[in-house]
C-alpha cells in the first residue's frame, strides 16, 4: 500500500527517471529511515541507484555519534554506499549569526550539495512527510504568510524531491513495523522549546477532535494552494512587463499601472518583487505587505518605507524605486588636464581636451554627453566628484543667478535615489557643470574666449 502511494507521488510529480542516481539523505529517524526503504524496495522497477547522506550536526554528543553509526551500519546492511560526515553546527552558527534550526538547515544541505556534486547524483531525496507538509502550512498560517507561503513544501525544488510529501508520519510508522524496522528517535523533538513541536505536540492532536484526519486535510490544502499559486505565479509574470522595470540595484514599479490592479495582484506582485531584490518573500507577512500596499497608495514622492533586511519602498513621482541598495559612497577624482580619468564609481571616464594640447577628438566615439568652457575664467584644479550639504551653481539662462543644487534636483524631477550619483564637474569649490543637466553661466565661453576646454563623458572601457 505504502510502496504503491510512494510510487503515484513519484509518477505524479516526474520526481525521478530511470537511470538517476539518487543522494537519500538519512538521519536515522523514522521518515527518513522508511524513505531508504522504500526507494531501495523501488529501486530495480525505477531503475535507479542510490548512495546514503548523514551529517552529525554536533549538537547532542554522544547522542547524534550514535545516530551517525546507526546510519553507518544501516546502509552497510542495505548494502548501499554512504558518506557520513561531521561538521561543528554551534559554531557555525555562532560565526553567522544564526539561530541553530536555520544553522542546521544550511549547514545541511551544502553538505548535501558537495556529496551530490562529489558523487555525481542528480537527485537528493529527503524524508518529508504530509505531517512535516501539515506542520509548516500550521506554522506559517499562525506567522500569517500569504498563498506563496501556505503552499508550504514542494514535491521537487530544484534537484530536492520529496517522495514521502503524500504519506502521513503514522503510515511512516505502520510501515516500519510492519517490515521490522528499527531507527532512532531525536530528543529535541520532544523539546516544547519550538515552535514546530507545539505545533505537534498540543495544536494538532487538538485540531484531530474536528477531524481526525487533519493531516491529510491541511496537506491536501498545501497542495490545492501550491497549485493556485503557480497559476498565479504564471499570470503574473504576464502582467509584470506592464508594472515594474527591473534594473541593476532596484526594481522600478509604474504607480498607476500597479494602483488599478486588484489587491490579490498587488500582494502578488509585491511579493514577486521582493524576490527579484533578493528578499525570501515567504519571510514577509501578511500584514507587512498590507501596510506597504497602504504606502503606496497613498505615499508623496520623496517619502520612504522599510519592510524587512533593507528592503526599501520609495515614491519617485509616478513611479515607486524597490530596492536593497544603498545609496551611493562619496567620491571626488582630479582630473588631468588634458587627458582621460576613470571614475568607475560611475562606470564613467572623462575626458578633457584643449587646443594644442595632441589630443584629438574621435568622431566614432558615442559620448553620453559634452560640454565647453572658457579655460582662462577657471584658475583651480579639476575634479569630479558626486554632492555634498550646501552644493550651488548658476544654472546656464538664468542671468547669472545662484541656485541651490538640491532645488535644482527637485525642480528638474530627478530621483532621490539618483542624485548622489549624478557627477559633478568642479574647478576648486565651484561647479562648472551639472554633468547631463546644466553648465554654470559664468564659465561658459563667449566671443572673447581664447583657449576652449571640451569635456566629454563616456562608458568606461568602451
Not at 524597490?322 to 559612497?329: F, P, R
Request: net charge positive.
Amino acid at each position: 500500500m505504502l510502496l504503491a502511494k510512494v510510487k503515484k507521488t513519484i509518477k505524479k510529480y516526474s520526481l525521478l527517471s530511470p537511470e538517476d542516481r539518487v543522494l537519500v539523505a538519512v538521519s536515522g529517524g523514522p521518515d527518513s529511515v522508511c524513505l531508504l526503504a522504500v526507494l531501495r524496495s523501488l529501486s530495480a522497477d525505477l531503475g535507479i541507484s542510490l548512495h546514503v547522506a548523514h551529517l552529525d550536526h554536533m549538537f547532542r554528543g554522544e547522542e547524534s555519534e550514535a545516530e551517525a553509526r546507526f546510519v553507518a551500519d544501516l546502509a552497510a546492511k542495505l548494502d548501499i554506499p554512504a558518506t557520513i560526515d561531521k561538521i561543528d553546527v554551534p559554531a557555525f552558527c555562532r560565526e553567522r549569526g544564526l539561530s541553530s534550526q536555520a544553522g542546521a538547515r544550511e549547514a545541511r544541505y551544502a553538505f548535501f550539495a558537495r556529496v551530490a556534486r562529489e558523487m555525481g547524483v542528480s537527485r537528493i531525496a529527503t524524508g518529508h512527510t504530509a505531517s512535516d507538509q501539515a506542520e509548516t502550512f500550521l506554522l506559517r498560517l499562525i506567522r500569517g504568510a500569504g498563498v506563496s507561503g501556505l503552499a508550504a513544501i514542494p514535491p521537487m525544488r530544484d534537484a530536492v524531491i520529496r517522495p514521502l510529501l503524500e504519506i502521513t508520519r503514522e503510515e511512516v510508522l505502520d510501515y516500519l513495523r510492519s517490515n521490522n524496522l528499527s531507527f532512532v528517535s531525536d530528543s529535541s523533538n520532544a523539546k516544547p522549546v519550538y515552535t514546530r513541536n507545539r505545533i505537534r505536540m498540543d495544536v494538532l492532536p487538538a485540531l484531530r477532535q474536528f477531524n481526525p484526519r487533519i493531516i491529510e486535510a491541511l496537506a491536501s490544502e498545501a497542495a490545492l494552494l501550491r497549485d493556485e499559486d503557480e497559476a498565479m505565479k504564471r499570470y503574473c509574470a504576464k502582467i509584470a512587463s506592464a508594472v515594474l522595470v527591473q534594473e541593476k540595484d532596484s526594481i522600478i514599479v509604474r504607480r498607476t499601472e500597479f494602483n488599478v490592479l486588484q489587491p490579490a495582484l498587488r500582494r502578488r506582485l509585491l511579493r514577486m518583487i521582493a524576490g527579484l531584490a533578493e528578499v525570501d518573500p515567504s519571510g514577509l507577512s501578511s500584514v507587512q505587505i498590507d501596510e506597504a500596499l497602504a504606502f503606496m497608495a497613498d505615499a508623496l514622492t520623496g517619502r520612504a518605507m522599510r519592510l524587512r533586511r533593507g528592503l526599501t519602498i520609495e515614491r519617485e513621482y509616478d513611479t515607486f524605486v524597490i530596492s536593497t541598495a544603498s545609496s551611493a559612497e562619496s567620491f571626488s577624482r582630479t582630473l588631468a588636464v588634458p587627458g582621460v580619468t576613470a571614475i568607475p564609481e560611475l562606470g564613467r571616464e572623462i575626458e578633457i581636451t584643449l587646443p594644442g594640447s595632441g589630443i584629438k577628438e574621435n568622431g566614432d566615439i558615442n559620448y553620453h554627453w559634452q560640454a565647453a568652457f572658457d579655460y582662462d575664467k577657471i584658475d583651480a584644479r579639476f575634479m569630479i566628484r558626486n554632492r555634498r550639504p550646501g552644493d550651488w551653481f548658476c544654472p546656464s539662462g538664468m542671468g547669472g543667478r545662484h541656485k541651490k543644487l538640491q532645488d535644482f534636483f527637485v525642480d528638474n524631477k530627478v530621483p532621490r535615489r539618483q542624485r548622489d550619483r549624478v557627477p559633478l564637474l568642479c574647478a576648486g569649490e565651484h561647479i562648472l557643470w551639472v554633468v547631463g543637466f546644466r553648465t554654470d553661466e559664468r564659465f561658459l565661453p563667449g566671443p572673447e574666449t581664447a583657449r576652449l576646454l571640451k569635456v566629454s563623458v563616456r562608458e568606461l572601457n568602451r
